[in-house]
C-alpha cells in the first residue's frame, strides 16, 4: 500500500492558495488572528467571515489532473490518501475515502458536544447546534495549536504501507516531517513530488507542477 500525504500544492493549480509561498495565506493574514481558538474567541466575526470567503472559493473550484489521478490510484485500492487541505477537490475528482488531518471547510462544528454537519454557505457567530442547542459552533478545522484528526489511524497506515510520498507539501514541517522521519525509521521508501525540493530527507523527489508530475507518476504505478 501506498501513503500518500498531499499538502496545498496539490491545490495551487486549482486556484487555492498555498500559505507560505509569495502571495499566500501567511502573506495576507495574520493567522494568529483567524485561524487560532484565542483569535475566534477574541473576534468571531472576523473569523467567520475568513473561513466563508475560503468555503466559497473552495466551492468554487474544480479539481485537476493531479487530483484526478490521485482518485484514480484511490479507486484502484493502491493508496491511503491523507491531505492535509480542507478542500474536498479529491473527493469531488472521485476519490472514496480521504482523511482529512485538519477538517473540511464545508462542515461546521460545535464546540461543546462535537457534532459535525455541512456547513451553511454563510456562518455567523450566533449559529446553534443542532444537536445540543449550544451557540458553540465554529468551522470543522484544525486550528494551530489543536491536535490533528485521524493521528492513530495514520500511525498504522504509515507502520502497513510500503512507500511515503509527500505531494504538493513542504515536508520540513510538522506534520509532513514527522511522517518522513518515521517512514525512513521503519525503513520504508520516501519520494517527494513537489514543485520544487524541499530540503526534506526524503529518498527521490519528482519535481514540476502537480497536474503534470503527479499524474505521470501514478501512470507508472498503475501500468
Not at 473550484?61 to 479507486?75: E, F, G, K, M, S
Not at 478545522?141 to 513542504?170: C, K, Q
Amino acid at each position: 500500500m501506498i501513503f500518500v500525504l498531499t499538502g496545498a500544492g496539490l491545490s495551487a493549480e486549482s486556484g487555492l492558495g498555498t500559505f507560505r509561498d509569495e502571495g499566500g495565506l501567511w502573506t495576507q493574514y495574520d493567522l494568529s488572528e483567524v485561524a487560532t481558538p484565542e483569535g475566534y474567541a477574541r473576534n468571531p466575526v472576523k473569523v467567520l467571515d475568513f473561513y466563508n470567503a475560503r468555503r466559497a472559493n473552495a466551492a468554487g473550484a474544480v479539481p485537476n489532473r493531479a487530483h484526478d489521478a490521485l482518485a484514480r490510484l484511490d479507486r484502484a485500492g493502491r493508496a491511503r490518501l491523507v491531505t492535509q487541505n480542507v478542500d474536498t477537490l479529491l473527493e469531488r475528482a472521485g476519490a472514496r475515502d480521504v482523511w482529512h488531518m485538519h477538517g473540511r471547510v464545508d462542515h461546521a462544528k460545535c464546540d461543546k458536544c462535537g457534532a459535525t454537519w455541512p456547513a451553511p454557505e454563510r456562518m455567523c457567530p450566533f449559529d446553534t447546534c443542532g444537536a445540543c442547542g449550544a451557540q458553540k459552533v465554529r468551522p470543522d478545522v484544525v486550528w494551530f495549536g489543536e491536535m490533528p484528526y485521524h493521528l492513530d489511524e495514520i500511525e498504522a497506515a504509515l507502520a502497513e504501507a510500503d512507500l511515503f510520498v509527500a505531494v504538493g507539501t513542504s515536508g520540513t514541517v510538522y506534520p509532513a516531517a514527522g511522517f518522513v522521519e518515521h517512514a525512513r525509521m521503519l525503513g520504508t521508501r520516501t519520494l517527494e513530488l513537489n514543485l520544487e525540493p524541499s530540503g526534506a530527507p526524503f529518498d527521490d523527489g519528482r519535481y514540476g507542477p502537480a497536474s503534470r508530475i503527479v499524474p505521470a507518476w501514478v501512470e507508472e504505478i498503475l501500468d
